[in-house]
């Protein structure tokens, strides 16, 4: 599903992604761990196309399709998705409109047709109700003036109405308190199938407590070190990251 | 060479007041004076100086002359059907088979109030801009205007189109007075027809008595690149009567909108808000100066302006405060969005207060789009050129949003949306 091979990126000319590989398969949940700086974040806004992170080599498949060479819309329009670690917020521009913008912008790259509009609040509400997220929120403009959880919370709607074929969440769990973590993470384990992949950048054990990982990667200065199950994220938990910041030096 | 900022105590202003033109040909002669002694402003004028009229004006176009059948109807063809009074002012003349009356409202023309040297200190406007050499030509060659009496609750809409594909020169003088306790709401239309690069020069003045509230609401749009225009706003205030304001100016040329503002009674609130839209060489400047002239009064000014391609956008606000306006409150904020490198603003808000019990604040921002917001919308699947509308909208939407009325709010994000729309990529 997602293949990452020998991924070289650089961030103001210097070299952050060092030659990182990695494959998840669809229908899986990857973690990826590793201490700050260690270039998780990186990774992501890599993968999702944002300016300014220039990739210097190697390539990013999903689904068999290079998407280095195009747009974050374009990539988003090939269904994957980020959930950011810090949502940005959009004055003026209310919740539902954004929505809106953002599924059909997505339906027309496809050359699927727009939604109709009860279509779309119908959508909307669903989710929202399942996620907890009320009416008045949505009117709000998007992300202006939420609390860190529901702007995570925001996300995962975003991604349940998208119902991208990839997600990366980026540090999902910052910021959120316990109740928080509960209810963004069960929104992420509705969306998972067996056709969907995720890769979870976290730097605590605690968010894959919720979001129980396939697999966990460590990643440190820029490439993955080490590769296990699950039981690599407790062994983290409990030994830190100074093995692996070593090793790879 | 900058001159000094004039402000009045009671005695001073009463002085004034008495001297003030009783007349038309007084005003004319004492405005042309002070312009044969000044000349019209450069960069060295404080108040003019990041807009050069005198550069500008590069000749003295002819007199506008009364528009003709033709041009009546195609203007006529161009107004819906009328809710109120209204005054329609083509090419400087006031036409009267486009204008009417209605109910609770008196409504004459500037001409004919001339003829009768009627409402000369209302003409004359307060002495409000009597420093500034554009309100100087605008008395000394005013043409035709309307002059209207409020006295119960009305709805008016002003019309002022230049037309035809000669240049020319149109100086319009226009009057809204309020009695006390009146309302109204006033719809001011300002476009042109053919292009061409008009000189307009418009003044129009509000008197808003005690207790009374005027909603005023201006959109400016379609003046040709060539063209030259300055409107002059003069509003006074009585007490506890209530302005708000916004002006949507996206137009031709050289613009200037300029405001003098002067709250004389108690507890009076007054906003004054508008979003300005510039692309190409377009030169838009928006000067304010409101002056708090009696106690606990509030003033509120909110411009949002976004520069694209060439232009070039100016914000000139002050706010006085007379000494006797104690717990005066105040706040002022310009924010401006460059779309271009090559765009440009110049933010210059002011602060003179001589009273001690007041809270007064002002902020001015010049930005550009923000990467980091467009990335977020285009993580989504919004294509950046959608993304980037969507947050022009969105920067223009936080002021289109104080227009009260659902209808013109709708048509003005419409129109912002299609100015976006026709931009190159």
Known sequence: MLEIRDLHASVGGKEIIKGLTLSVKAGEVAAIMGPNGSGKSTLSYVVSGRAGYEVTGGEVLLNGENILELSPDMRAAHGLFLAFQYPLEIPGVATMTFLKAAMNAQRKARGEAELSMPDFLKRVRAVADKLGVKQEMLRRPLNVGFSGGEKKRMEVLQMALLEPKFGILDETDSGLDIDALRVVSEGVNALRSPARGFLVITHYQRLLDHIKPDTVHVMSKGRIVKTGGPELALELEKNGYRDYVEEAA | ?425
């Open chain 2, 1 to 425: 060479m900058t001159a000094p900022t004039r402000t009045h105590n009671a005695v001073e202003a009463a002085l004034i007041a008495l001297f003030a033109p009783r007349n038309a040909r007084d005003l004319r002669a004492a405005a042309m004076a002070r312009f044969a002694a000044r000349g019209l402003p450069t960069r060295r004028v404080e108040q003019w100086h990041y807009t050069d009229l005198r550069g500008a004006m590069r000749a003295a176009l002819p007199l506008a002359v009364a528009p003709d059948a033709a041009t009546i109807a195609a203007v006529k063809a161009r107004l819906q059907k009328a809710q109120g009074a209204r005054a329609v002012l083509i090419d400087g003349h006031y036409v009267a088979e486009l204008s009417q009356g209605g109910e609770g409202v008196r409504l004459v023309s500037l001409g004919q109030a001339l003829a009768s040297d009627a409402s000369g200190e209302l003409i004359a406007g307060f002495g409000l801009g009597g420093d500034d050499a554009a309100v100087d030509l605008n008395a000394a060659f005013m043409q035709d205007g309307a002059l209207i009496e409020v006295a119960g609750d009305a709805d008016i809409e002003l019309v002022d189109v230049a037309t035809g594909a000669v240049a020319q020169s149109s100086y319009t003088r226009s009057a809204v007075r309020l009695a006390k306790g009146a309302r109204a709401r006033v719809v001011e239309t300002r476009f042109a027809l053919g292009g061409a690069g008009h000189q307009r020069n418009a003044a129009l003045i509000f008197d808003i008595g005690d207790l009374a509230a005027l909603d005023h609401v201006v959109e400016t749009r379609d003046d040709g690149e060539a063209s030259v225009q300055t409107q002059s706003l003069m509003v006074r205030m009585g007490r506890a009567s209530r302005f708000e304001s916004f002006a949507l100016t996206m137009t031709g040329g050289l613009w200037r909108r300029q405001i003098f503002a002067r709250l004389d009674g108690e507890g009076a609130h007054f906003a004054l808000r508008g979003a300005n839209l510039l692309h190409g060489r377009q030169h838009g400047d928006t000067t304010l100066v409101v002056e708090h002239n009696a106690r606990e009064c509030e003033s509120r000014e909110f411009f949002r302006t976004i520069v694209d391609d060439e232009a070039t956008g100016v914000f000139q606000g002050k706010i006085v405060v007379q000494s006797h306006a104690q717990k005066t409150d105040g706040a002022m904020k310009s924010n401006a969005l460059l779309l271009r490198d090559g765009a440009g603003m110049f933010n210059k808000p002011e602060l003179e207060i001589f009273a001690d019990d007041v809270s007064c604040g002002h902020g001015a921002t010049v930005a550009q789009l923000d990467d980091a917001q467009l990335f977020y919308a285009q993580a989504r699947g919004i294509p950046r050129r959608i993304a980037e509308a969507m947050l022009v909208e969105a920067f223009a939407g936080e002021a289109v949003d104080y227009v009260g009325d659902e209808a013109l709010r709708e048509r003005f994000r419409a129109e912002i949306h299609d100015w976006l729309a026709g931009r190159d990529a």
